[in-house]
């Protein structure tokens, strides 16, 4: 298990009190070790494997930021192996030493019991030291070349002496082996509570063991609370001090209120504690410390990374620090040190390493920015770059290397994000072209509320934007509107943008223009309405030249005419559509022209061509992962392989995902053509109760929205209409449907998901084939990652892909290897051997 992934536990601040004893006052034992006074928490996986790595190395480095814990693991290593050392461990505190001329004196002094005006030269002191001695050497950063020659000093001199030292960069002595140590392990947002309280989440339980040594009386399974906590850690990246601190604050504040202070007020991370050292009582305070050990240079290169959010790249950190005293072509060796010194965090990438800042750094880099006359420069810097990444990835999207270019925006989403929010308060305008630009993005993952907020915020000043990107936005805003059902709303956008366009003469915005609102026809059963639009559309297009253009008004033409019976025309259009969309290689859009000519086949009865038209479909757009795509394609490949009279355990996790990607994205429209298919399909069967709760509340949305069920699947609906009034009788039935009618729409869905997990074979059981066969490669990357301890933050750092994108492939993954745990599927993955094969 990597260093990074390990399940970490730490102890508080409170561990820094600690007392030290002789080797008379310690049974006889030979040394001195700083004994501790609350326990060691979670740190078991963390010791083994130092415990093994002492013996293959005689300088063993722990090395991290501040506030990780090192300390405390490095008693806890020494104190668990002073038995397999005949002369003794011997503890060095170097905190207070600033001096370097003054570190041998200090050695002598704590080894040797001899005053500091001792001779501290290395010979003097190895000819002291009894044989086969364990050395530790604590905080050596602010002295570590001095800690670095008396090491190579000492053990030149004595050939059975072991070292072991802490600092926040490596010593850089020959043979030296550096052990990183990371924040404790954070449960992801999404994760169910362990079974054993809080045994497999080492942050959290160690805030929630000095939450309880701060106030007696804190229950740490009130509701609410855990989640609470888990915000918490998560924000501090599973730092040990940084989560004591914020457990300090809970005499006072509730955790759902630290929570919520944390982000913008770090003076929460403060410890009443009178025994802490000062530079352990508040966060700043332990980063001060850190701050001052860096050259002028390096300061500068440090608080100007303060712009970034999430991970950033080499190019980007080159690009935005750039400027007044700092040469791009210095930038590497600058953020070497900082790498080095324990405030960069190095994240592995196939495509190359990225890199970020915990968030507490982050915090007190950005106040130091912030403090000075450049901060307005770098942020504009900052937003210089990602929005020519945008642009440059807008075009990428539209071809072959779109994969490439999602990936690269889903790493830096948060980047983008930061960059959107400083534009929308400087430049109006600028925020309005890079929202433009980040609509493909936002489309594709799956990011409807993200990008509505958006467009809503920079539609609010209207007024203050050129009439061109007012007309932008609104097609924008329009669109997702439409995808999330509000039509009245999406159509008052669309036909906004369409009177400022036609001034302009921007045919293509009229075209867009059309096509949505030939959509949201499609949506309401008005088909001919909805052919009219897309035909006036086409004729745009074409007039244009714009063939991907084309293509895509012949597909919505081909979708309009499936949903209504006629599927070959449908056919013919959809086919048109797929050549294009092949010969410029945008998997996107082929995987939407692929459901369509799959549709075509199954509402005309080819089973076998719509199954094979349909997974080709799902397979294009788990590639790019494209969320609406991904959720479309199982829902008519469920229905495909019921129709092939497959059994239950194969179309029931098609259906339990399809509903749960559509609900997440807000598409109500197709909620409810998945919550009939699912009555119909297994729950008139196994629950014919639900079935009617569950169809009843189908009708009741279908009302609420204004969209009538197609024609092609209203023979379904209508199947198990008929079937549960045989089975139930009118007036159970008719009860039923009324329940489901008034309950919420949430709760439908929660309670039909419980029912397909419920029905035998529709999960899978931890450990088959079948569903590990079902695994994607992008699924077992991620399962690698899970199986190692990595919460979704980190999975999504190791992916370059967002934390919400990590989380929906853990939920799949859960799904499909029949897991309720992220440990169960870990165990699910050792037994099939999945780990380590791809």
């Known amino acids: ?169 490596p010593l850089g002595v020959p043979g030296e082996r550096v052990w990183r140590v990371a924040g404790l392990a954070v449960d992801a947002a999404d994760d169910p509570p362990d079974t054993d309280g809080y045994a497999n989440d080492g942050a959290v339980s160690l805030f929630v063991e000095r939450a309880v040594e701060a106030q007696s009386t804190f229950d740490p399974d009130a509701p609410g609370v855990r989640e609470s906590i888990g915000r918490i850690c998560r924000w501090l990246d599973g730092m040990p001090l940084a989560i004591e601190l914020a457990a300090a604050r809970v005499p006072v504040l509730s955790v759902a209120q630290i929570a919520d202070r944390l982000e913008r007020d770090p003076s929460v991370l403060r410890h009443p504690g009178r025994r802490a050292p000062e530079r352990h009582r508040t966060v700043d305070s332990m980063l001060e410390w850190s701050h001052r050990l860096l050259e002028p240079e390096e300061q500068r290169l440090f608080r100007r990374l303060g712009v970034f959010r999430g991970s950033f790249s080499l190019a980007a950190a080159e690009f935005v620090s750039a400027g007044y005293l700092l040469d791009a072509a210095d930038v590497l060796d600058l953020l070497a040190v900082l790498i080095d010194r324990s405030l960069v965090q190095v994240v592995d990438h196939p495509r190359g390493p990225r890199y970020r800042l915990l968030a507490t750094v982050r915090q007190y880099a950005a106040a130091k920015l912030w403090d000075g006359p450049e901060a307005p420069t770098v942020s504009w810097r900052h937003a210089e770059y990602f929005s020519a990444l945008a642009a440059t990835a807008r075009t990428g999207l539209g071809g072959a290397t779109q994969v490439k270019w999602l990936e690269r925006l889903e790493a830096d989403h948060d980047n983008v994000t930061e960059a959107l929010a400083w534009l929308e308060a400087e430049s109006i305008e600028e925020a309005a072209r890079l929202a433009a630009l980040l609509w493909p993005f936002w489309y594709r993952r799956g990011f409807y509320g993200e990008a509505r907020m958006w467009f809503e915020q920079i539609l609010s000043r209207a007024g203050e934007l050129s009439a061109a990107r007012r007309a932008d936005i609104r097609l924008r805003a329009g669109s997702v509107a439409f995808l999330q059902c509000d039509y009245t709303e999406a159509a008052e956008h669309l036909r906004a943008a369409l009177e400022i366009v036609g001034p302009l003469g921007d045919q293509r915005a009229t075209a867009i223009a059309l096509q949505r609102l030939g959509s949201i026809a499609r949506e309401q059963a008005r088909y001919d309405e909805a052919s009219a639009l897309h035909e006036r559309s086409l004729a745009t297009w074409r007039e244009l030249g714009h063939a991907e253009g084309v293509a895509a008004s012949q597909d919505y033409l081909g979708f309009v005419e499936w949903l209504r019976g006629n599927t070959e025309a449908a056919e013919a259009a959809c086919a048109a559509a797929l050549g294009e969309f092949t010969r410029v290689g945008n998997r996107q859009l082929g995987a939407t022209a692929l459901v369509n000519l799959g549709a075509c086949a199954l509402y005309r009865g080819d089973l076998s061509l719509a199954h094979e038209r349909l997974e080709r479909a799902l397979a294009d757009a788990r590639a790019v992962g494209f969320q609406e795509g991904i959720a479309w394609s199982l829902h008519e490949l469920a229905i495909a392989t019921r129709r092939m009279r497959r059994p239950v355990s194969e179309y029931g996790p098609m259906l339990r995902e399809a509903l749960l990607v559509h609900q997440q994205l807000g598409d109500r429209w197709r909620v409810a053509s998945v919550l009939e298919e699912i009555a119909g399909a297994v729950l008139v069967r196994h629950d014919p109760e639900l079935a009617g709760e569950v169809l009843g509340a189908a009708e009741a949305l279908r009302e609420r929205l204004g969209t009538p069920i197609p024609p092609v699947e209203a023979p379904d609906r209508d199947a198990a209409v008929a079937q549960l009034a045989r089975k139930l009788g009118a007036p159970r039935f008719d009860s039923a449907r009324t329940e489901g009618r008034t309950r919420s729409l949430e709760r439908t869905i929660d309670r039909t998901v419980e029912a397909l997990d419920a029905v035998e074979g529709t999960a899978a059981t931890p450990g088959e084939g079948g569903a590990a066969a079902d695994l994607t490669p992008r699924e077992l990357a991620v399962l690698e990652l899970l199986s190692q301890g990595l919460t979704n933050r980190e999975i999504a750092s190791a992916l370059y892909i967002s934390p919400s994108t990590a989380g929906v492939h853990v939920s799949n993954i859960l799904r499909k290897l029949g897991a309720k745990r992220r440990v169960d599927a870990a165990a699910a993955a050792h037994k099939l051997g999945l780990l380590g094969a791809r």
């Open 1 to 169: 298990m990597s260093k990074s992934s390990a399940t970490y536990r730490e102890v508080p601040l409170l561990i820094q009190e600690t007392e030290t004893q002789t080797s008379e006052q310690r049974e006889g034992a030979l040394g001195v070790l700083p004994v501790q006074l609350t326990r060691l928490v979670g740190r078991d996986t963390a010791l083994g494997e130092l415990r093994s790595l002492v013996w293959r190395t005689r300088v063993l480095t722990l090395c991290g930021p501040g506030g990780a814990g090192k300390t405390r693991l490095a008693i806890a290593l020494a104190e668990a192996i002073r038995p397999d050392f005949v002369g003794g461990a011997w503890w060095v505190d170097l905190s207070t030493t600033l001096e370097p001329g003054l570190v041998g004196q200090v050695v002598a002094a704590t080894v040797l019991r001899r005053e500091l005006t001792s001779d501290p030269a290395p010979s003097a002191l190895a000819r002291g030291l009894p044989d086969s001695a364990l050395l530790v050497l604590d905080n050596c950063e602010q002295v570590v070349d001095a800690c670095a020659d008396l090491v190579v000093g000492l053990l030149e001199r004595s050939a059975s002496l072991r070292v072991i030292a802490t600092s926040r960069q």
